[in-house]
């Protein structure tokens, strides 16, 4: 089993940054892609960003490309997310997920997710 933790989250102008964090716990997280989704209140969720375990290669969502950073830190046991240039459309839960396969954009199947951790950008 993996536990996942995400912190970070909190309230920020637009145009400033903010950086998340999501702790492993139970098994390293070296061996399984991660990711990050998000889910505005009143919408579905959203894929956001993802990591591979293979390579470190990324992919993200063209909502954020440029804006935001995926990286691990297997020593850490720690994904993160660096936001910046947030924008007021960027306010969502933003949650942690994790996977042996690649973390598939339509977040479906998934093995293991955080709780989630509250962002808002205001205006």
């Known amino acids: 089993q993996v536990q996942l933790v995400e912190s970070g989250g909190g309230l920020v102008q637009a145009g400033g940054s903010l950086r998340l964090s999501c702790a492993g716990s139970?098994?390293?997280?070296?061996?399984?892609?991660m990711g990050w989704f998000r889910q505005a209140p009143g919408k579905e969720r959203e894929f956001v960003a993802r990591?591979?375990?293979?390579?470190?290669?990324?992919y993200y969502a063209d909502s954020v490309k440029g804006r935001f950073t995926i990286s691990r830190d297997n020593a850490k046991n720690g994904v993160y997310l660096q936001m910046n240039t947030l924008k007021p459309e960027d306010t969502a839960v933003y949650y942690c997920a994790a996977d042996r396969r690649l973390i598939p954009v339509a977040g479906t199947g998934i093995a293991y997710w955080g709780k989630g951790t509250l962002v808002t950008v205001s205006s």
């Open positions: 990591i591979s375990w293979i390579d470190d290669s990324t």
């Open positions: 139970g098994r390293t997280l070296s061996s399984y892609a």
